[in-house]
């Protein structure tokens, strides 16, 4: 899907896009064509499409993979499903330990996009990332577009530039991206340019032939409070905007990630540098993370930071789950990250004005004034978690924080006139 004047998403596409975003077909289609909006979708694969950027609601990415020190497909397969059925718009196969291809066959089974970090296979099929040559990362791109992969993690920006600037200004956690890292270690050993920096142009030669959407990773994402304001990140922020920029003249589809770790008050000038730089390129972040301290917690730290991050322009997030920094994921921690960061992108489209999003707070804002629980659970996030909470305890009408002196019933009945009450019923 190669995005240029002459050639949009088919019509029934944007149809369908422009009804599930409430957004005119004719604005939509001028949003793709200025690159403000990709749609992940790979020719190979069948699944509903989706569009990620301004104008449309923001998008949720769960991550699921194996590494070697755990790799039970069976488990990542339990993750995925808990994901999609929790509300993940997308997955990303993260998978570093096993059959590489089978784990990502069976991600690329549920029907939604699909991305992956083609680094992380290089790495295995090369046996260590010094090894890693332009040949071999190439050919990994390949195939993963080959097999249907809808939007590939491309580290384009970690150049000798962003090298020299964590040589003259140190960060404490040095690089905590894994593909970062792989492409650090690489271009140190073999003294070599990034090859999909060198060679961006082959690389979208590549990605156009598939219709596959460029990621454009982070590669020097702060991993500490301490490193939000180094000059490493700042650095690649202008890679990215100059590579954001060249793809869009090719007509590449092309988002861009962010940070990271962030102090709350830095990240509206980030992603509005970013935005900027980028000329407003879909925006998909993993957090931030507004603290340092959260462990075990930070999917909640991630929630504050992607909200805030979407109040500022920020289009797509990655879930960040409670076994962060901790351990791989397993069910529970998926679901509980998952539920976190659809939770920051509702207050994203609340922050954005949705008239969707914020129509149906009004509505629970009338339910619970009506003390009408079946309403309340169906518009709540998670209405299986509220109907399970509420009926933990036996109740009538109110529930039982404050049971016969419900604050709610009291001034209701006391103030609403007989036709209110009689509405309520009704
Ligand atoms: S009992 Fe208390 S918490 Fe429950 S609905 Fe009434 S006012 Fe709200």
Request: net charge negative.
């Amino acid at each position: 899907m190669v995005y240029t004047r002459d050639y949009l998403p088919d019509s029934s596409v944007l149809n369908i896009i422009s009804k599930n975003e409430s957004i005119e077909k004719e604005k939509l289609s001028r949003l793709i064509l200025d690159g403000r909006v990709v749609i992940p979708h790979n020719a190979v694969r069948d699944h509903p499409p989706l569009a990620i950027g301004e104008g449309t609601r923001v998008k949720v990415n769960v991550n699921v993979g194996t590494s070697q020190d755990l790799c039970d497909p069976a488990l990542e397969h339990e993750k995925a499903e808990s994901a999609v059925t929790n509300g993940a718009h997308t997955l990303m196969d993260l998978s570093t330990g096993g059959d590489l291809p089978a784990i990502r066959r069976m991600v690329l089974s549920f029907t939604v996009p699909v991305g992956t970090v083609p680094i992380y296979e290089a790495v295995r099929r090369a046996g260590n990332a010094i090894d890693v040559d332009a040949d071999t990362l190439f050919q990994v791109i390949r195939d993963h577009c080959k097999e249907g992969v809808d939007f590939l993690t491309l580290h384009c920006g970690v150049n000798h530039e962003v090298l020299q600037s964590l040589h003259l200004d140190p960060r404490r956690m040095g690089v905590v991206s894994r593909g970062g890292a792989f492409h650090v270690a690489m271009m140190a050993a073999r003294e070599e340019e990034n090859p999909l920096w060198s060679e961006f142009d082959y690389l979208c030669e590549i990605l156009s032939e598939y219709g596959v959407v460029a990621s454009l990773g982070d590669g020097m994402r702060p991993g500490c409070y301490e490193d939000a304001v180094r000059e490493a990140k700042t650095v690649e922020y202008l890679n990215l905007g100059r590579l954001a920029r060249s793809a869009h003249e090719k007509g590449i589809p092309r988002m861009i990630e962010g940070p990271g770790h962030m102090p709350l008050d830095q990240i509206g000038y980030n992603v509005r540098m970013i935005k900027e730089l980028t000329r407003n390129a879909p925006l998909y972040l993993l957090g931030p993370l507004v603290t340092d301290i959260a462990a075990g917690y930070d999917h909640i730290a991630g929630a504050i930071g992607g909200a805030i991050a979407c109040r500022n322009g920020a289009n797509f997030l990655c879930m960040v789950s409670p076994s962060e920094h901790l351990a791989l994921p397993r069910v529970n921690d998926i679901i509980e990250g998952t539920r976190a960061a659809i939770l920051a992108a509702h207050i994203g489209d609340l922050l954005a004005k949705r008239p969707d999003a914020i129509g149906r707070e009004i509505l629970m804002g009338k339910a619970r004034h009506d003390l009408d629980w079946e309403k309340q659970f169906n518009l709540a996030l998670f209405p299986e978690t509220a109907r399970a909470i509420h009926g933990r305890d036996p109740g009538d009408e109110t529930c039982s924080m404050c049971g016969d002196l419900c604050a709610v019933k009291m001034v209701r009945d006391l103030f609403d006139s007989p036709d209110e009450k009689k509405g309520e019923k009704s």
